[in-house]
T-cell receptor, first 110, second 112 residues
């Protein structure tokens, strides 16, 4: 199993640009999550999904959108990127109590 | 959400035991205590969790106070690879999505 994979690993965006962060898991987990981590801080939940077709907001959803058309994929869309979205983004999935995290995407908005 | 309090940083020596404390005085009877750790430049990884009784697994032990207002993660014999940020997180006993709330954690440094 590859576990949770994320692409790209790094990205630099200009203010106002858009992009999609990809997340795929091959463990057939129902639950998937997107977190962001600012320097020196803990992770904050952006969006989560309990299954294909079902998503819900987390703690910091503004400026982001998600979709979940399949069990495996949970892309995160940034529209009109802002410097405040400079962060490391982690995707995770779970079946029950244990969340499995991907390696992260480091995003810089300048 | 019930909050946890952890020291910002701790230091220990290789091959010695490490006790990482966590206070959660407002824990409810339906909260599990979870520990995750984050190695440098990686995503967090699950370490252990418990409800009332002490728990052991291959990575660590979790000691839970009788009143559940505090807990301690124990690494029995630290290695350099255990240098990480350790997060103590409370999670309600509910079915469904487990929305973890991460604090700032404890940064553990291991000296060779």
């Amino acid at each position: 199993n590859a576990g949770v994979t994320q692409t790209p690993k790094f990205r630099i965006l200009k203010i106002g640009q858009s992009m999609t962060l990809q997340c795929t898991q091959d463990m057939n987990h129902n639950y998937m999550y997107w977190y962001r981590q600012d320097p020196g801080m803990g992770l904050k939940l952006i969006y989560y999904s309990v299954g294909a077709g079902i998503t819900d907001k987390g703690e910091v959803p503004n400026g982001y959108n998600v979709s979940r058309s399949t069990t495996e994929d949970f892309p995160l869309r940034l529209e009109l990127a802002a410097p405040s979205q400079t962060s490391v983004y982690f995707c995770a999935s779970s079946f029950s109590y244990e969340q499995y995290f991907g390696p992260g995407t480091r995003l810089t908005v300048t | 959400d019930a909050k946890t309090t952890q020291p910002n940083s701790m230091e220990s020596n290789e091959e010695e035991p490490v006790h990482l404390p966590c206070n959660h005085s407002t824990i409810s009877g339906t909260d599990y205590i979870h520990w995750y750790r984050q190695l440098p430049s990686q995503g967090p990884e699950y370490v252990i969790h418990g409800l009332t009784s002490n728990v052991n697994n291959r990575m660590a032990s979790l000691a839970i106070a009788e009143d559940r207002k505090s807990s301690t993660l124990i690494l029995h014999r630290a290695t350099l690879r255990d240098a990480a940020v350790y997060y103590c997180i409370l999670r309600p006993i509910i079915q469904g999505a487990q929305k973890l709330v991460f604090g700032q954690g404890t940064r553990l440094t291991i000296n060779p």
